[in-house]
């Protein structure tokens, strides 16, 4: 029953992060530093599932790095310098 429980709090809240709107996004810092937080985060996040696995209490880390991920890819993406495919 506690599992039940766990999973519908993740998916509420992911439901609640995935809602928002993308011009939310402040991306304040250079691509080079988004680089370097992805990889600290997905770290983080692999050890979040790990745990998670482990112990359901760990679930709400998971889609905390989830969510930070998400973001932290769409703010490196966004700042990419763009390639030209002309040649």
Same mark, same amino acid.
């Given at each position: 029953m506690a599992k039940?429980?766990i999973? @519908?709090? $993740?998916?509420l @809240?992911l439901?609640?992060l995935?809602? #928002? *709107?993308?011009?939310?996004? %402040?991306?304040?810092h $250079? *691509?080079a530093q988004?680089? %370097?937080? =992805?990889?600290h985060l %997905?770290?983080?996040a692999?050890k979040?599932? $790990? =745990?998670?696995e482990?112990?359901p =209490?760990y %679930?709400s880390d998971? #889609?905390y790095?989830g969510a930070v991920?998400?973001?932290t890819? #769409?703010?490196?993406? $966004? =700042? #990419? *310098?763009v390639?030209s495919?002309?040649?």
């Amino acid at each position: 029953m506690a599992k039940l429980g766990i999973a @519908i709090a $993740t998916a509420l @809240i992911l439901c609640a992060l995935t809602s #928002a *709107p993308a011009a939310a996004l %402040e991306c304040k810092h $250079t *691509p080079a530093q988004y680089v %370097e937080a =992805l990889r600290h985060l %997905e770290a983080a996040a692999a050890k979040a599932r $790990t =745990l998670a696995e482990q112990n359901p =209490l760990y %679930e709400s880390d998971v #889609a905390y790095y989830g969510a930070v991920l998400r973001d932290t890819r #769409a703010c490196a993406k $966004t =700042l #990419a *310098p763009v390639v030209s495919a002309s040649r």
